[in-house]
């Protein structure tokens, strides 16, 4: 049932993330993907807690 339901809007999504079926088909690139997201979420917590002068310890 779902299957045709979601049929007109399998190639609007399979376009738009194709790119990331690409690199779910290749093991050491999503694991490098992670870490380079995980590294930037992680500095734009981190990095602002170096500006302030008075933070929570």
């Not at 809007?9 to 380079?36: D, T």
Request: no cysteine.
């Amino acid at each position: 049932m779902f299957k045709t339901l979601l049929a007109p809007f399998r190639k609007f999504f399979h376009g738009l993330f194709a790119g990331q079926y690409k690199l779910e088909r290749y093991s050491l690139g999503l694991a490098g993907a992670i870490i380079v997201a995980g590294s930037i979420g992680g500095a734009v917590e981190i990095a602002p807690l170096f500006t302030i002068d008075e933070t929570v310890e």
